[in-house]
């Protein structure tokens, strides 16, 4: 049934205003979630097509969108994938791999060259079943080069969101993410940029024009019309506000652009995008933020998300059949592997610790609305069929979902939030101290339990120790308040704990002291190890309420090192690993003990082929670090031993360190361990 013209702008009118309010609510439910917004609103794309309301009785997605309105509509999605490729232009700043040049280069190559290839092998898989689109036969390298830039793409947006979502962007990870992202954007859209080239011109000499073309208006944007842009900084500044006539330059520039490639014959796409990269970078962060407020309140809130149903239309996924499900299963693998394994073993080729490189190889593997771009480019040049088309979505939409959940897994909150505090100690001055608390039961008999903290530190600094010692609640008076008496043992403490601090001081250390009464002393120092922000807590074995120690459900970021039995400054040190937690945090402390005492370290492993393996991988590790490490058969019935809780057990003429990690231990891997470990 044909529409007049006035019915069809009525159709238009009400589509958008389905199109809006479907939109926000899906995206707010994203949002609550734990997904960006933008992932809710793909979702309610698809779920307007024939995937959902298509599959209702009568036809729902047909008589919301007729045939003859969704020209319009697609006219209008086009103008919001322009706006939206201006906007990541003008997002990709490469001064985020300054310093990060070599990590940033070699992973965004792994993670773009690894899944391509493996996509490229996969078309041999699929293209028989999909080499026909629309009647006409599709090239097999024109399907394989776009199946491998599918798989290679990953979306800066999406990513930059779930990392400033969760605080990450302020994190060594998530800085590093976006150096990776923003190198691979520019790899990733001039590799697309060729395939295209390819796909349009079919004989060499086509390809070559076109490239030589759109070689040629880049160094215009650059050379000639960069140079112009930077005068918008100087208006801005004079007007000390956007002005209606600078948006309307910078609009007329992104049209301009996408016009000229797409007579190039490279895609529209690829102009809004140049021109968003060729915007002011010096000086011109507050005109950045003011064109991308007052595009994105249109191109964000109305055009996206009409490109979102329009891309939904030509999906169905109630149409695939057993065979399509396995051919998304290998979409699915290619996809995730390809960028999870490219980007993590490249991370860790390059010194990146194995937390950090995980997650690395997970963020990157967000795809989001620029996956959708790619695979809109690929069914107006014919290379994709419905289907095909359908499985590749399907494939963007997971990839992007799963990302936040992993991501939890990988780098979970307590570890975000102690790289959030250290960046920020870091951004105030503040240095960034191993820290000590000691807890100090008798200050005569305990110096030498400040000397051991001392040791504990190793040769790190800044090194800090806290010397704590809590006293037990006294009784209330009836009459007097007896606070003088309070405060002059408190004083009395606080100067015997700095007496105990001086040969600390001595070697380089800095030191603080805390004296205060109460009837629950392990809430005490639970309590200052918190606020010191503690690395270790070192206390006598049997101190304080019997009970009260922390055990593994505390929440306690530091680790707790109970001291059985007493030694002497040249004893040995006995590391004993059995791969636990535990033993793991007691790696690093028994490495900076020998190393501070200038003392063999000796390794003493567990029964059994498994621990001999990873006894061996501490050694690994240690040598690496600049140790030397011999491996022990029987530990000996003196010196110094350090391991898990009931690794070691006392010894009569020795010392025994039981540990018990933290959380901030917990939560590393071996090699984060030992990675900032300081040796000679």
Not at 200 to 224: C, N, S, Y
Not at 274 to 301: K, Y
Not at 623 to 649: D, F, I, K, M, Q
Request: net charge negative; glycine share 10%.
């Amino acid at each position: 049934m044909e529409h007049t013209p006035a019915e069809i702008v009525a159709y238009v009118f009400v589509g958008l205003a389905v199109i809006v309010v479907v939109a926000r609510l899906v995206g707010r439910l994203a949002v609550r979630l734990g997904q960006p917004a933008v992932v809710g609103e793909i979702i309610a794309g698809i779920a307007l097509g024939p995937s959902l309301l298509g599959a209702l009785p009568g036809d729902l997605d047909q008589l919301l969108f007729p045939t003859d309105v969704r020209p319009y509509l697609n006219v209008l999605a086009q103008l919001g994938l322009v706006l939206f490729m201006f906007i990541v232009g003008l997002e990709v700043d490469l001064s985020f791999i300054r310093g990060r040049e070599r990590v940033a280069f070699t992973v965004s190559a792994a993670s773009i060259l690894l899944p391509f290839g493996l996509g490229i092998g996969l078309a041999f898989v699929l293209h028989p079943r999909h080499d026909v689109v629309g009647g006409d036969a599709v090239g097999f390298v024109a399907f394989a080069l776009f199946l491998g830039v599918a798989m290679s793409i990953t979306a800066f947006p999406v990513l930059a969101r779930i990392l400033s979502e969760r605080g990450m962007h302020r994190t060594p990870t998530g800085v590093l993410a976006l150096a990776c992202a923003a190198v691979d954007d520019v790899f990733a859209w001039a590799l697309l940029a060729v395939v295209v080239a390819v796909t349009v011109g079919g004989t060499f000499t086509g390809v070559a024009q076109i490239l030589l073309l759109t070689v040629g208006f880049a160094l215009v944007v650059f050379l000639v019309l960069r140079p112009l842009l930077r005068r918008l900084v100087e208006r801005y500044e004079h007007h000390g506000r956007l002005t209606p006539d600078m948006l309307a330059l910078v609009l007329v520039g992104v049209l301009g652009s996408a016009f000229i490639t797409e007579e190039i014959g490279i895609h529209f796409i690829f102009g809004a995008f140049l021109f968003g990269v060729a915007m002011p970078r010096t000086g011109a962060a507050a005109l950045n933020r003011e064109v991308l407020d007052r595009i994105e309140q249109v191109s964000v809130l109305l055009l996206l998300p009409v490109f979102f149903v329009v891309t939904g239309l030509g999906v169905d996924i109630g149409g695939l059949s057993a065979r399509n499900l396995v051919e998304l299963l290998l979409v699915l693998l290619v996809a995730v592997a390809g960028k999870w394994i490219g980007a993590s073993v490249a991370a860790r080729s390059q010194g990146v610790p194995r937390r950090q490189a995980t997650s690395l190889g997970v963020l990157m593997n967000t795809r989001g609305l620029t996956e959708l771009v790619i695979l809109n480019i690929g069914v107006g040049l014919g290379v994709l069929d419905g289907t095909m088309f359908t499985l590749l979505v399907v494939m963007a939409v997971v990839t992007t979902v799963m990302t936040a959940p992993l991501l939890r897994i990988t780098y979970p909150p307590r570890a975000v939030q102690r790289d959030i505090e250290a960046a920020e100690r870091a951004a105030l001055g503040l240095p960034d101290a191993f820290t000590v608390l000691v807890v100090v039961g008798d200050p005569e008999a305990d110096a030498q339990l400040v000397q051991l903290a001392a040791d504990l530190a190793g040769l790190e600094r800044p090194a800090h120790l806290v010397l704590s010692r809590v006293l037990p609640a006294r009784p209330g008076l009836e009459v007097a308040s007896g606070l003088g008496q309070e405060l002059g043992l408190i004083a009395a403490s606080g100067d015997q704990l700095r007496r105990l601090g001086r040969p600390a001081e001595a070697r380089g250390l800095t030191t603080s002291v805390s004296a205060r009464f109460s009837d629950d002393p392990w809430q005490v120092v639970r309590d200052q190890a918190r606020s010191t922000a503690a690395d270790v807590v070192l206390v006598r074995s049997g101190w304080g309420t019997a009970g009260a120690a922390p055990t593994e459900a505390d929440e306690l970021a530091a680790s707790v090192v109970q001291v059985h039995g007493t030694g002497t400054e040249d004893d040995d040190v006995w590391l004993h690993v059995d791969g636990s937690p535990d033993a793991r945090a007691a790696v690093r402390l028994a490495a900076q003990l020998a190393a501070a005492r200038d003392v063999p370290l000796r390794l003493v492993g567990a029964d059994g082929w498994r621990a001999r393996r990873q006894a061996d991988g501490v050694v690994e590790l240690l040598e690496r670090a600049g140790l030397t490490v011999h491996r022990g058969a029987t530990a000996a019935p003196t010196g110094l031993h350090l391991g898990p809780v009931g690794a070691a057990e006392p010894v009569e003429d020795g010392v025994v360190l039981a540990v018990l990690a933290g959380t901030d231990d917990r939560d590393r891997d071996l090699s984060e361990t030992v990675a900032d470990l300081e040796t000679p």
